[in-house]
């Protein structure tokens, strides 16, 4: 289920989007109920990430928000958000590749999904296919900071903003 969550997170790198993908599956059964891969830019939506879709989707086509017969595969540990809806889906089993030190919230940065004091645990099961995930989020990163690269179409420049700084410079004042 990891190597198919690796594979929408490649499919949202293609489109210019942070490379996370994530896949819900019925435990007992192996079918895939959910996927999504993360469309924060395309969507404009700070909600659209790779397990907030997966799991939205789970829930319509089952017809139930609770998916405690059910597993999340997702690529990069889940952000407070997103850990929240784990556990307000009471997912039976959470499995996550690469740990996000900078916004994890299933034990780096924050320890939400085995949090006593809320009415549903899920353990994670960190470290799958950790490093294939962690080396696609580093190729994307650094493929955004190649100046030779023009920017992708999903990232444009707000209404008003300034023009590039490599505008030619002014010439000086002939006497
Ligand atoms: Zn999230």
């Known amino acids: 289920m990891m190597a198919r969550a690796l594979h929408l997170a ?3 790198a293609d489109l210019g989007e942070v490379p996370v993908g994530a896949v819900v599956w019925e435990l007992a059964s192996g079918r895939i109920l959910g996927e999504g891969f993360n ?20 829930c319509q086509a089952i017809g139930d928000w609770r998916l405690n017969h059910c597993a999340l595969a997702v690529t990069l540990e889940p952000c407070p958000m997103c850990a929240g809806l784990i556990v307000n889906a009471r997912l039976a089993r959470l499995v996550f590749a690469a740990p996000d030190p900078k916004a994890g919230a299933a034990g780096s940065l924050f320890t939400l999904t085995t949090d006593p004091r809320l009415n549903h645990r899920v353990t994670p ?35 008003g903003a300034l023009p590039p700084p490599s505008s030619p410079p002014v010439p000086p004042p002939t006497a």
């Open 10 to 12: 490649r499919q949202a």
């Open 39 to 58: 469309r924060r830019e395309i969507d404009n939506n700070p909600a659209a990430h790779a397990e907030f879709l997966a799991i939205t989707a789970a």
């Open 125 to 159: 099961i960190p470290g799958v296919l950790a490093d294939q995930s962690a080396d696609l989020l580093r190729s994307f990163f650094r493929s955004l900071r190649r100046p030779d690269k023009p920017p992708t179409p999903h990232f444009p420049d707000p209404p």
